[in-house]
C-alpha cells in the first residue's frame, strides 16, 4: 500500500459539505507534496466535491504529480571520446557513498567500465567506505589522505580516467550543509579544477535527497542548483518511509527530476526512475 492510501486510510472522507478539507489538506501535506502541489490538488479535490472519495483522491493526486515528473528518465549520456563524470552532492547523512557504490554497480552491469573518487576527504570513514565497497565490486577507487583537497584529488581522478579511456568517473563529494557558502564555494571549486581537464565536465551533477528530509529539501535543491547546476535527483531510503513527496517539490520549484531511486540497502536496490512504478509505491 502506497504511503498517501495509507494516511487517507485514517482520514474520514465523506461527501459534498461534510468533507473536513483542513484535514484533508494536512493529510496532503504530510506527504511532502509541497504546499504548490497541495493547493493545486486540493483546487482539483473541490471542484469534485459531490463524488469525493479516496480513489478520487488518489487519482487528482497522480493527475497534478503527472505534471512534473517525466514519464521515463534520460539515460545517462555516454560518449566515445571521454569519461562522463558525475558528481554526487548533498547534505550529510543523506546516503552519497552508498549511492555511489550503487551506481557504480548499476553502470557495470550495464557493461561500462567506472572509476570512483572518494572526494569526501573531511571524513576518514568515508574515504574507508568508498575503498570497501570498490573491493566488493572490482572498481578502482582514487583516493587521498585524509583532509586532502577534493579538487585536486577529482582532477587527478579524471585524468587517470582520461588516460584508461573509462565510461563513468563517479566523485563522491563530502556532506555539506546548504547554508555554509565557504562548503558551496568549495563544490564550485571542484567544478572548475576538473574543467580544466574537460570544459563540459561535469556532466550530471546529481542531488541525493533523503525522503525524510521533508520541506527542506527544496531549500537544499535550491542552494546545490544555485552553486552547481544540478541535473538530477537520486532519491534514497524510500523504502523507508514510504514517502518520496520531496522528488514532486523539487521538480515542482527548480524543474530538476529523480534520475534513480534507493530501494533499499543492498547493492542492488538501485532502480531508474520511473514515474508508473514510483505511483505505485507513493499511491
Request: aromatic share 6%.
Given at each position: 500500500m502506497g504511503f498517501l492510501t495509507s494516511l487517507l486510510g485514517h482520514f474520514r472522507i465523506g461527501t459534498g459539505e461534510s468533507v473536513?478539507?483542513?484535514?484533508?489538506?494536512?493529510?496532503?501535506?504530510?506527504?511532502?507534496?509541497?504546499?504548490?502541489?497541495?493547493?493545486?490538488?486540493?483546487?482539483?479535490?473541490?471542484?469534485?466535491?459531490?463524488?469525493?472519495?479516496?480513489?478520487?483522491?488518489?487519482?487528482?493526486?497522480?493527475?497534478?504529480?503527472?505534471?512534473?515528473?517525466?514519464?521515463?528518465?534520460?539515460?545517462l549520456v555516454t560518449t566515445n571520446t571521454r569519461p562522463i563524470v558525475i558528481f554526487l552532492v548533498g547534505v550529510n547523512g543523506t546516503g552519497k557513498t552508498t549511492s555511489a557504490a550503487k551506481l557504480a554497480y548499476f553502470l557495470k552491469n550495464q557493461g561500462h567500465s567506472v572509476l570512483l573518487a572518494a572526494a569526501d576527504t573531511f571524513r576518514a570513514a568515508a574515504i574507508e567506505q568508498l575503498s570497501s565497497w570498490g573491493q566488493r565490486l572490482g572498481v578502482e577507487v582514487v583516493k587521498s589522505q585524509y583532509g586532502g583537497d577534493p579538487a585536486a584529488l577529482c582532477h587527478d581522478a579524471l585524468a587517470k580516467a582520461i588516460r584508461l579511456q573509462t565510461d563513468y568517473l563517479i566523485c563522491d563529494t563530502a556532506?555539506?550543509?546548504?547554508?555554509?557558502?565557504?562548503?558551496?564555494?568549495?563544490?564550485?571549486?571542484?567544478?572548475?579544477?576538473?574543467?580544466k581537464l574537460d570544459p563540459e565536465a561535469p556532466h550530471h551533477v546529481l542531488l541525493v535527497v533523503d525522503t525524510t528530509t521533508g520541506s527542506n529539501a527544496v531549500v537544499q535543491a535550491k542552494e546545490f542548483h544555485?552553486?552547481?547546476t544540478l541535473t538530477g535527483l537520486i532519491i534514497t531510503k524510500i523504502d523507508g518511509s514510504g514517502k518520496g513527496g520531496v522528488a514532486v517539490s523539487i521538480a515542482r520549484e527548480i524543474g530538476i527530476t529523480p534520475l534513480f531511486l534507493?530501494?533499499?540497502?543492498?547493492?542492488?536496490?538501485?532502480?531508474?526512475?520511473?514515474?508508473n512504478r514510483f505511483l505505485e509505491r507513493f499511491l
Open positions: 473536513d478539507w483542513d484535514q484533508l489538506e494536512a493529510t496532503l501535506f504530510q506527504a511532502d507534496l509541497g504546499s504548490g502541489t497541495v493547493a493545486s490538488i486540493m483546487r482539483l479535490l473541490r471542484e469534485k466535491k459531490q463524488n469525493l472519495d479516496a480513489d478520487t483522491i488518489t487519482q487528482a493526486t497522480r493527475q497534478e504529480i503527472g505534471h512534473f515528473l517525466p514519464e521515463k528518465t534520460t539515460p556532506g555539506r550543509l546548504h547554508t555554509k557558502s565557504n562548503l558551496m564555494e568549495e563544490l564550485a571549486k571542484i567544478k572548475r579544477t576538473v574543467r544555485s552553486a552547481v534507493g530501494t533499499g540497502e543492498g547493492i542492488s536496490d538501485f532502480e531508474p526512475f520511473e514515474r
